[in-house]
């Protein structure tokens, strides 16, 4: 009896805590500007200008934490960010009142797991446009567009990041320190990808390999809070 | 009393959950646990038989020219017979043989290098090839949705006429994993119910001693990779398995296939370039081009006198399914295409 007073206990206690919605905005952008399709940037370190019509990335293993500690783990979920589509890059949370945090953590991408169960759905469903015909695994992200820099056809240039298998395993964790809000905006800033890679000499990556590695280090890189 | 009641009760909600717990087809008996995880995708008829619709359908190619079939035609244990290289849209010959499709919830990975690591997704490599059916898979899902028979066969197959990618993907699989291949006289042989001739039974020695480490029974294969002695053809230059891992030892292998049905699966290699048997043996016994990747079963060439060869090839003809090649659930589904008026663009093409 005692032992049912205390699961009854138990039981209250849970339905007592209340929650509330944290919701992590993830915005492409070009240094100060919001990335949107078509419109041209200006990049200063290499002077040219620089136009993105496609950014888009998977978000996944979201965790609150708190030092060193998860907090609160919202792991399940896989995230598509497209830059065309802003309701993509609103991620919103429940988490139970009373946790203190101080720090978000993620992967950019996909982990080993998902990349080899088959035909997944929702975000994962291969008619994204995220997922490799040919060499099977998902893109973790993608970036296209043109320069006149780039002495590709039409000046285009396509970063298509992905690759599960070791030793080419592309997936990044990051982690980012932010004060605790019900409103978290991180930018993902496609300017400074510009800094790593050259599109004059590297046009394209479009499969698995040492390239697409050293670019999704520098892709993990993108990303940081904005105040 | 109530007791007893409740037990029975009991018993029987874990019967019904094991009856309705039947995800994947029946294991032939002597062949081990398959690999699929048929959990994640348990088999319908439903779903199979829209499977089947999407195997046959050229809707699924850009021009409405080519479907999976046109390729894996069932009488050739779905190889493609005659054809070195795979035939696509607007007569594109692309670089690699045509595999035969049986027994595939049993390989680990696909393709002649491996580059596909599930069933599920490795239709996506031929829809969206530009020298196989130069699709998309938003463009076949686009199609799909404007037929007159596809909303109600998706609506029968997942209880609700949407149509994504995944479903696509998972009724191709469903399809595919029944093309079960395990009906073949060795088969009868293995399960008592016949013998070898004493001539098949030479050559099965044979194929023990110098074939079983690679295309080891029950499967006729172990799925791995391996070099075998083969020139590269350098109009080709396909390095296989090594062009996917970046790495040297994995240079010039290629999946070692089933040997089931090999009586109607020619040509022959990754590149069809042997029509017949004779030549397949021919190669092993004195073709071997020596190369850092070949494995050590075949540093030396095999040695086969000319009547063993002939017992060998005895043996390999008793892989043959006739059950298989003939069975009419495999084939082309009359039945679900007069069901409705095709669309014009798939109509014009049958």
Same mark, same amino acid.
């Given at each position: 009896?005692?032992?049912?007073?205390?699961?009854?206990?138990?039981?209250?206690?849970?339905?007592?805590?209340?929650?509330?919605?944290?919701?992590?905005?993830?915005?492409?952008?070009?240094?100060?500007?919001?990335?949107?399709?078509?419109?041209?940037?200006?990049?200063?370190?290499?002077?040219?200008?620089?136009?993105?019509?496609?950014?888009?990335?998977?978000?996944?293993?979201?965790?609150?934490?708190?030092?060193?500690?998860?907090?609160?783990?919202?792991?399940?979920?896989?995230?598509?960010?497209?830059?065309?589509?802003?309701?993509?890059?609103?991620?919103?949370?429940?988490?139970?009142?009373?946790?203190?945090?101080?720090?978000?953590?993620?992967?950019?991408?996909?982990?080993?797991?998902?990349?080899?169960?088959?035909?997944?759905?929702?975000?994962?469903?291969?008619?994204?446009?995220?997922?490799?015909?040919?060499?099977?695994?998902?893109?973790?992200?993608?970036?296209?567009?043109?320069?006149?820099?780039?002495?590709?056809?039409?000046?285009?240039?396509?970063?298509?990041?992905?690759?599960?298998?070791?030793?080419?395993?592309?997936?990044?964790?990051?982690?980012?320190?932010?004060?605790?809000?019900?409103?978290?905006?991180?930018?993902?800033?496609?300017?400074?990808?510009?800094?790593?890679?050259?599109?004059?000499?590297?046009?394209?990556?479009?499969?698995?390999?040492?390239?697409?590695?050293?670019?999704?280090? /520098?892709?993990?890189?993108?990303?940081?809070?904005?105040? | 009393?109530?007791?007893?009641?409740?037990?029975?009760?009991?018993?029987?909600?874990?019967?019904?959950?094991?009856?309705?717990?039947?995800?994947?087809?029946?294991?032939?008996?002597?062949?081990?646990?398959?690999?699929?995880?048929?959990?994640?995708?348990?088999?319908?008829?439903?779903?199979?038989?829209?499977?089947? /619709?999407?195997?046959?359908?050229?809707?699924?190619?850009?021009?409405?020219?080519?479907?999976?079939?046109?390729?894996?035609?069932?009488?050739?244990?779905?190889?493609?017979?005659?054809?070195?290289?795979?035939?696509?849209?607007?007569?594109?010959?692309?670089?690699?043989?045509?595999?035969?499709?049986?027994?595939?919830?049993?390989?680990?990975?696909?393709?002649?290098?491996?580059?596909?690591?599930?069933?599920?997704?490795?239709?996506?490599?031929?829809?969206?090839?530009?020298?196989?059916?130069?699709?998309?898979?938003?463009?076949?899902?686009?199609?799909?949705?404007?037929?007159?028979?596809?909303?109600?066969?998706?609506?029968? /197959?997942?209880?609700?006429?949407?149509?994504?990618?995944?479903?696509?993907?998972?009724?191709?699989?469903?399809?595919?994993?029944?093309?079960?291949?395990?009906?073949?006289?060795?088969?009868?042989?293995?399960?008592?119910?016949?013998?070898?001739?004493?001539?098949?039974?030479?050559?099965?020695?044979?194929?023990?001693?110098?074939?079983?480490?690679?295309? %080891?029974?029950?499967?006729?294969?172990?799925? /791995?990779?391996?070099?075998?002695?083969?020139?590269?053809?350098?109009?080709?230059?396909?390095?296989?398995?090594?062009?996917?891992?970046?790495?040297?030892?994995?240079?010039?292998?290629?999946?070692?296939?089933?040997? %089931?049905?090999?009586?109607?699966?020619?040509?022959?290699?990754?590149?069809?370039?042997?029509? %017949?048997?004779?030549?397949?043996?021919?190669?092993?016994?004195?073709?071997?081009?020596?190369?850092?990747?070949?494995?050590?079963?075949?540093?030396?060439?095999?040695?086969?006198?000319?009547?063993?060869?002939?017992?060998?090839?005895?043996?390999?003809?008793?892989?043959?399914?006739?059950?298989?090649?003939?069975?009419?659930?495999?084939?082309?589904?009359?039945?679900?295409?007069? %069901?409705?008026?095709?669309?014009?663009?798939?109509?014009?093409?049958?």
């Amino acid at each position: 009896m005692k032992t049912f007073y205390l699961l009854l206990l138990c039981i209250c206690c849970r339905v007592a805590v209340t929650a509330h919605t944290v919701q992590v905005n993830f915005t492409p952008v070009f240094g100060s500007q919001i990335l949107k399709p078509g419109q041209t940037h200006y990049h200063t370190s290499t002077a040219d200008s620089i136009r993105i019509e496609v950014c888009r990335f998977y978000i996944s293993h979201i965790k609150f934490m708190h030092d060193k500690n998860v907090v609160f783990d919202a792991a399940a979920q896989v995230y598509l960010i497209d830059m065309a589509d802003t309701v993509s890059q609103q991620l919103q949370f429940t988490l139970p009142d009373g946790v203190n945090w101080n720090a978000i953590s993620f992967c950019l991408g996909t982990d080993s797991a998902t990349n080899v169960s088959g035909a997944l759905g929702g975000s994962l469903d291969p008619a994204n446009g995220m997922y490799w015909a040919w060499q099977s695994g998902y893109i973790n992200f993608k970036l296209e567009g043109s320069s006149p820099r780039c002495t590709a056809r039409k000046h285009e240039f396509q970063f298509h990041l992905g690759g599960y298998a070791s030793p080419f395993a592309t997936l990044q964790q990051i982690r980012l320190d932010c004060v605790q809000s019900s409103n978290i905006n991180v930018v993902c800033d496609t300017a400074k990808f510009f800094d790593y890679t050259d599109v004059k000499t590297t046009a394209a990556i479009m499969s698995p390999g040492a390239r697409a590695v050293e670019l999704s280090v /520098a892709a993990a890189g993108l990303f940081a809070v904005k105040p | 009393m109530r007791k007893s009641t409740l037990i029975l009760g009991l018993l029987g909600v874990v019967i019904l959950a094991f009856r309705s717990w039947n995800p994947g087809p029946a294991t032939p008996a002597h062949f081990p646990k398959p690999v699929y995880d048929f959990a994640r995708n348990p088999l319908r008829s439903e779903t199979v038989q829209l499977g089947r /619709a999407l195997f046959y359908d050229p809707l699924l190619s850009v021009n409405n020219g080519i479907s999976c079939a046109s390729c894996h035609s069932q009488y050739n244990g779905f190889a493609h017979a005659d054809h070195a290289l795979s035939h696509g849209i607007f007569d594109s010959i692309g670089t690699r043989n045509a595999p035969a499709l049986m027994n595939l919830a049993w390989q680990k990975s696909f393709m002649w290098d491996g580059a596909v690591n599930h069933l599920d997704v490795q239709a996506l490599a031929p829809i969206t090839h530009p020298k196989e059916m130069g699709e998309t898979l938003n463009g076949v899902i686009k199609k799909l949705n404007a037929s007159v028979i596809y909303p109600s066969l998706f609506y029968n /197959a997942f209880g609700d006429s949407a149509i994504t990618g995944q479903r696509v993907l998972l009724a191709l699989s469903q399809f595919q994993l029944t093309l079960i291949s395990a009906n073949a006289k060795y088969d009868s042989v293995k399960a008592g119910k016949a013998v070898f001739t004493p001539q098949q039974q030479r050559g099965y020695a044979l194929f023990k001693t110098h074939c079983n480490t690679c295309h %080891r029974e029950p499967m006729f294969t172990t799925g /791995a990779f391996s070099s075998n002695g083969l020139p590269v053809d350098t109009t080709l230059n396909d390095y296989g398995r090594g062009a996917i891992t970046h790495r040297s030892a994995d240079s010039l292998l290629f999946k070692i296939p089933t040997l %089931r049905n090999i009586e109607f699966t020619y040509p022959y290699m990754h590149d069809g370039r042997f029509t %017949r048997l004779s030549q397949v043996l021919n190669h092993y016994t004195s073709g071997i081009v020596p190369h850092k990747n070949l494995p050590a079963e075949l540093q030396k060439p095999i040695s086969l006198s000319p009547e063993e060869k002939v017992d060998l090839t005895a043996f390999l003809l008793t892989l043959t399914d006739k059950k298989f090649l003939y069975n009419p659930a495999y084939s082309y589904p009359k039945e679900i295409f007069s %069901r409705g008026r095709r669309n014009p663009a798939s109509l014009s093409s049958q």
